[in-house]
Nanobody
């Protein structure tokens, strides 16, 4: 199996910064795209940022210019640097990875357990 473990959530004030990290482990042959999603109460889960294995990135419109996603392929780890946080960024943030397990030729999507980010005004 493949496990994703997130860390770095917490409570911050508006304008402050926070960095989330997520490490994939288990029987991994290769991790393809990785990303961060978030879900606020009463809202649908939305893409925050994604990064391909080659480093290409994409961002949700609401975070462009404030958040930066990066990864270390050797460590199967992805980070989300969040700057100039706003109260509307408050949500549970989920790490997602598309990975191929050893001994298979199939890629599947895996999710972390989620980490709470709360931004006070």
């Amino acid at each position: 199996q493949v496990q994703l473990v997130e860390s770095g959530g917490g409570l911050v004030q508006a304008g402050e910064s926070l960095t989330l990290s997520c490490a994939a482990s288990g029987s991994i042959f290769r991790v393809n795209a990785m990303g961060w999603y978030r879900q606020a109460p009463g809202k649908q889960r939305e893409l925050v940022a994604g990064i391909a294995i080659g480093g290409n990135t994409n961002y949700g419109d609401s975070v462009k210019g404030r958040f930066t996603i990066s990864r270390d392929n050797a460590k199967n780890t992805v980070w989300l640097q969040m700057n100039s946080l706003k109260p509307e960024d408050t949500a549970v943030y989920y790490c997602q990875a598309n990975a191929i397990r050893r001994g298979t030729l199939r890629s599947d999507d895996y999710w972390g357990q989620g980490t709470q980010v709360t931004v006070s005004s």
